[in-house]
C-alpha cells in the first residue's frame, strides 16, 4: 500500500510536470481555431489512426533517441486497396523496412532478412488498430495541449499521460488538414522525451482528395482484434503449458500462440500482454535455446529475460524495464 | 522497376536514388531473395571498403565464430547485457562469467574468417561483387571489432551480434503480431531500423 501511495504521488507529481510543460509549450502556438477547440482528444486520435490506413505519404523522417539522430525516408501507398510501405535509413549503415497486408520484410545490420507473413494473413490486420478509450482512460490522461507546426503544417497536439510508472506517456502531433501523425514523442515518467519520430518534410497525395472524417468513437467499440486465441484479464491466466501469475495494472493477455520461431527449431510460444495502448510480447523458447539473461534496451524498447524451468524466456515492449520484470518474474510452467 | 534491379541495387546502395526510385524500389528489393542476399554481400563488401566492424550475425558468421573461439579456449564475447537484480535463479544467472578479454589467437582466427567470408565464402558471390572489393585495394579491417561493436553503442547495448539479431526478430515480431491498438507503423518500425552504431 506504502509503494502504491508513493507510485501515485510520484504519478501525480509526474503529471503535473507533464502537462506543466506541455502548458508552457502550448502558450507559444498559434491561437486556436475554432475548428480545433471542438476537436476532442478521442476524436483526433480516432482520426489518426484512420488517417494512418487511408492516406497516401511520403517524405523524410528524423528519429531522435538520446544524442542519436538518424533520417529515414518512408513511403506509403495504397493501390487497389492494398497498403504498401517502405522505410529506408539515410544514414549510416543501409537499414530499411518493407511492409504490406502480406506481411514485412526488415533489413537489418546483424540479421539476415528478416520477413514475417501478416498474423492473419493479411486479409484484415490494419497498419494501426484503433484506441479503445474506454480502457485507456483507466490508466492515462488524455488532454488536448494546443497547436504547432510540424514539417510546415499546422497539428493538434494530444498528450497521452500514464497514471502510474507501469507506461510510457505520448505526445501526437497530428496534422489539422489530413489527421496522419506528423511527430509522435514517447515520454517517460519525467516527462522527458525517450523518443521522437518527426517528419522534416510530408508530401501527401490524397491531401484535400479524401481528407479523412472527424467523427466521434463509438464507446466500448474499439477493443483489439485478437489474432489468435484471446485470453482474458486474469492475472493467473493459463497459456498452454504456461501461467502468467502477476500483470501490472490494466494489463492483460491479448493473444497468445506460436511465436515466430526466432530460435528457427520451432515450438516458441508467444503471448501478447496489453493495457490497450502499451504492449509488450512474451517469448518462451525451446529447451536448449540460449539468449538474453538480464536486461537491455534500444530506444524505448526493453528485453528482459532470463531461463525459466529450462526454457529462454524474453520479454520486449515498448514499457519501462520495471514492467518487463514484473511480467518475466511473474512467468510460471503450469506444471508446477 | 524500369530498369535491372542489380542496377537499382547499386544505386540505392550508392545514396543516389531519388525518393520516387526509393519508394518503387525498396519493396521489389526486399521481397526477392537473390536481391536481398545480392544487398546483403554489397553491404559486407562497403564495410569492409570503409574498415568498419564487420557484423558477421548478418551472414551466419558468427556461429562459426563462436564455435571456432570456443575451441580456441576463448569465451564468448562480452554481452554488454546488465545482470537482473535480485533473487533466486535470477541471481544465480548473473555469476555466471561473461566478460573475457579475446586472446591474440582468437582475434586472428576471427580476422581471417572475416576474411574468408568476404573473399571466398559464398555469400551469393556475384562475381562482379568481389571484383568490386578488389578494387578497393587495401582494406583496414580492425580486427577485434570483427566480433564486437564498441560497448555502448551497439544494437541492444550488446556486443554479440547473434543476441542482437534474435531480439530484433523478437521485436520486428512483436511489432507485427500485436493486434492491440498500435502507434502509426511507421513510428514502431522507425525505432527498429533508426538506430545503428556509430562509425
Redesign the interface.
Known sequence: MKRAANMHAALAAGAAVFLALAGTWSAAAPARSEASRESSPERLLSR??QA?SQLEY?GT?V?L?GR?L?T??????IDDGQW?????????????????DR????????????S?P??DGGST?L??????FDRIRSHYLLRSLGQSRVAGRDTDVVGIVPLDNYRYG?RFFIDQSTG??LK?DLMDNASDPI?Q?MFTDVSIERDNVEQVPIHSPAAGA?A????QSAGTASDSSAHGDWRLTALPPGFRV??HGA??D??ADGGTR?I?V?D??A???V?IEPAGQD???????????T??G???AGRQV?V??EVPESTA?MILDGLQPSAD | MNKDPRETLST??D?ECT?PQ??DA??D???HAEL?AR??SY?LIG?AIRG?PL?G????IADGLQARLAEAGASPPP??????PGRG??AR??R?PHARLLPPVATALAASLALLAVFVLPLDPADEDRQLAERAGPMAIPAPALVADTPGES????TD?V?????????????????????????S?????????R?
Open positions: 489518426m489512426t494512418q511520403e523522417l528519429y533517441h542519436q538518424s529515414l525516408r518512408i513511403a506509403h501507398r504498401r510501405e517502405s522505410l529506408l535509413a539515410l544514414t549510416g549503415p543501409v537499414r530499411a523496412v518493407a511492409r504490406s506481411g514485412v520484410t526488415c533489413m537489418l545490420p546483424d540479421s539476415r532478412t528478416i514475417l501478416s498474423a490486420l497498419p494501426s488498430g484503433p484506441f479503445d505520448y496522419l501523425a509522435i523518443e519520430v474499439h483489439p482484434r485478437a489474432t491479448v493473444m511465436g515466430p526466432p530460435s508467444h501478447v496489453s490497450g495502448l504492449s509488450l510480447s517469448y539468449g538474453l539473461n538480464g536486461a537491455t534496451r534500444m530506444g524505448a524498447t528485453a528482459v532470463r531461463k525459466i524474453t520486449v515492449g520484470l | 540505392l546502395m545514396g525518393p526509393i519508394r525498396l519493396p528489393l526486399l521481397e536481398r544487398w546483403e553491404h564495410q568498419e557484423r550475425g548478418a551472414r551466419a554481452a554488454n547485457v546488465r545482470a537482473l535463479a535470477r544467472l548473473s555466471v544494437r541492444w547495448q550488446n551480434p543476441l542482437r539479431a534474435k531480439l530484433d526478430h523478437m521485436l520486428v515480431s512483436h511489432h507485427e503480431r500485436v493486434p492491440a491498438p498500435r502507434m502509426p507503423g511507421y513510428v518500425y522507425a525505432s527498429v531500423v533508426g538506430h545503428e552504431a562509425r
